[in-house]
């Protein structure tokens, strides 16, 4: 759990990594990995907050599943994007094989990046849409605490747990991600 001015970045021994936002709230229910054969399972419940996810070997072969209040959201190979909230989850598919979205027995599967679906509580999944670099961009505002968020943003907090103590490198020094979570240049 987060507070206001909180934020946390979890990174996983298959090089999944979690970023979790301020005023949140999630539950790692499963994490079970092999890394011999580098498959495993992990599965979230997230009940309130931002979230971006951006899966490492588990998700190569297995979903990572991800339990809100009014879905349950698949990742495979990807990186997505979740505003959780007690009324409706946005899940927003940023780059990646695949991303599911389930609600009430129906089932929307995502293949193209940059598209998302909201779905209410008690109701079903909506249709996938694009979304604009206005829309990511306010969800990425989100996952940091700033002015009016009850605390400072990355840039003017010199001790930010974002602004020096991530090097944007996977556990083997050589993965970097973009501005959006997602592979780097070097890495597409």
Known sequence: TTKADDRAHLMFLDGTALTIGPDASVVIDKFVYDPNTKTGDLALTATKGVFRLVGGKISKTNPITITTPSSTIGIRGGVGMFDVSSKETKSYFIFGFSMTVGANGRIETITRAGKWVTTLFGGFPGNPSLY????????????????GKGGKSDADNKSGCFSKGNSGKGTDG????DKFGGPGPNNR
Do not use: K, M
């Open 174 to 177: 050589t993965r970097s991600f």
């Open 132 to 147: 604009t670099a206005a829309i990511l961009n306010g969800v990425l505002g989100n996952l940091q605490a700033g002015p």
